[in-house]
């Protein structure tokens, strides 16, 4: 189990390269991640939802992503509360101290789908969350060192040396944890090192001497992280290209699915730019995306605060492209109805306009993999739907794509403006040479698929080449019934 001195310090992507790592050494290795929290979502092989980190790590396995790699999913709706999905499947709402008092009963299927998963591997990597010094929420975990215990899984402990104070992370959280806690952990590793790794061959030795624990190596900065999907939204950067084509993105409070945006980083005539709470969309956007949220309504306030709505607006007058995912295609309606508040207060809320359509939603919540055609190019994607709410208006008389012979999406009589419920469509290399062609880019013709592969075996190098990952296998114990 690879656990954080504190939240992200790499664990995600740890996981992920050793996984590819093992697995090139002809093991079968299977992902898990007790509880996550996200909203940035997968739609698994098996109708479920799990958190994105755990969808790449199961490609680093060569397996299809599974709702037992990641039972328990938190997805914020507001600052106090989540939606709670339990095996794939959503169960409810609660508000953060109703999960306090409700987690403690999810050990149970939490270790149900361990246990079953364990069945099909040989090696079994678990993703902690946040960090085990979190002592105040030590009661009732099923995340980290409650988990490690109640399965009888060995722990190394991850430092991030980037953020500073690295020797007080490791050897501090060995200080406030429970002894019997701490005698879980076998081992400790610092990642994110700066520089010459051997510039830290005192620190790393105090560590070894403060704590008794074996050390595994010090990570160096890992450059070419960003052509990995990120999890978390305090990760989202703008793309690394200077290209011509400039797509502008407003980071929403509750942004989901934003990795739908990685595969327009790697194009070198894209410009990406995210744009933060404060700062206005750029003036010179030839595309604004609207991507996905966990909160409509919630969302449309939070757009409006920021002024964005106006910006948006001037950039449609301005003849810009405007294309809405899931809850951004929501949003560009005339007005969102949530009659049974299941994304906050009961109530409507008016939309942006852009598109003639309205949104109501419903309990129902859509989960399923898609083979899709863009109806303008003719062009064909696979996606997924990830969403609760049903729209419909005039410009559904314009389909934005077409699945299985059903109309989907909507389009404004010009063209410019674009809605779709399908999350994952820029992925496919195709799609995405014809829309952004449409709009008068050029695509690199760049496989998306083969790019993420390359980065996931330089990254199982880089993690052999610096971390004894042959004493991490002998640390690993039998999974336990």
């Given at each position: 189990m690879i656990q954080g001195a504190g939240s992200n310090v790499g664990k995600s992507l740890l996981v992920a390269g050793l996984a590819r790592a093992?697995?090139?050494?002809?093991?079968?290795v299977r992902p898990f991640k007790s509880q996550n929290m996200s909203n940035n979502a997968a739609v698994t092989a098996d109708g479920g939802e799990i958190g994105r980190a755990q969808a790449l790590q199961a490609l680093a396995?060569?397996?299809?992503?599974?709702?037992?790699?990641?039972?328990?999913?938190?997805?914020?709706?507001?600052?106090?509360?989540?939606?709670?999905?339990?095996?794939?499947?959503?169960v409810g709402s609660l508000r953060a101290r109703e999960y306090s008092r409700a987690k403690s009963s999810l050990m149970e299927p939490v270790l149900e789908s361990f246990r079953r998963l364990s069945t099909e591997a040989d090696l079994m990597l678990v993703e902690g969350a946040g960090s085990p010094a979190e002592v105040n929420l030590r009661a009732g975990d099923i995340a980290n060192m409650g988990f490690a215990r109640a399965a009888h899984v060995p722990v190394l402990l991850v430092g991030d040396i980037d953020r500073g104070g690295v020797i007080a992370q490791i050897v501090g959280t060995q200080a406030v944890i429970d002894p019997a806690d701490a005698e879980m952990i076998c081992g400790f590793a610092i990642n994110k090192f700066r520089g010459d790794p051997r510039l830290f061959d005192d620190g790393y030795r105090e560590i070894a001497a403060r704590t008794g624990w074996k050390g595994l190596g010090v990570l160096p900065w890992?450059?070419?992280?960003?052509?990995?999907?990120?999890?978390?939204?305090?990760?989202?950067?703008?793309g690394p290209g200077g290209g011509p084509f400039h797509v502008v993105c407003p980071v929403l409070s509750r942004i989901a699915n934003f990795d739908d945006l990685d595969p327009l980083k790697l194009e070198p005539d894209v410009r990406l730019t995210m744009v933060r709470a404060g700062s206005a969309l750029p003036g010179d956007a030839d595309l604004v995306i609207l991507p996905g949220t966990k909160s409509t309504r919630g969302d449309l306030a939070f757009l409006r605060a920021q002024g964005w709505d106006i910006d948006l607006a001037g950039h449609v007058r301005r003849g810009g492209a405007v294309l809405g995912l899931c809850g951004g295609y929501q949003m560009l309606g005339r007005k969102v109805l949530d009659p049974e508040g299941l994304e906050g207060d009961p109530g409507e809320t008016q939309g942006l306009g852009l598109l003639d359509i309205e949104t109501i939603m419903?309990?129902?919540?859509?989960?399923?993999?898609?083979?899709?055609?863009?109806?303008p190019s003719g062009a064909g994607f696979s996606g997924y739907e990830i969403h609760i709410g049903r729209s419909d208006g005039p410009d559904r008389a314009r389909p934005f794509a077409s699945v299985d012979g059903r109309d989907e999406g909507a389009m404004s009589p010009d063209g410019r403006v674009m809605g779709s419920y399908l999350h994952?469509?820029?992925?496919?290399?195709?799609?995405?040479?014809?829309?952004?062609?449409?709009?008068?880019?050029?695509?690199?013709?760049?496989?998306?698929?083969?790019?993420?592969e390359t980065a996931l075996d330089e990254l199982a190098v880089h993690l052999e080449t610096h971390m004894d990952i042959?004493?991490?296998?002998?640390?690993?114990?039998?999974?336990?019934s």
């Open positions: 093992f697995t090139r050494r002809g093991l079968a396995c060569g397996v299809e992503p599974m709702t037992d790699m990641n039972p328990v999913l938190l997805k914020p709706e507001t600052d106090t509360g989540a939606q709670v999905v339990v095996q794939g499947r959503r890992y450059e070419n992280a960003h052509r990995l999907p990120a999890e978390d939204a305090l990760d989202l950067a703008s419903v309990p129902d919540k859509r989960l399923t993999r898609v083979v899709a055609s863009h109806v994952g469509l820029f992925a496919s290399d195709g799609f995405r040479s014809a829309f952004l062609a449409s709009l008068g880019a050029t695509a690199s013709g760049l496989s998306h698929g083969a790019a993420v042959d004493a991490l296998l002998e640390m690993a114990g039998p999974v336990t």
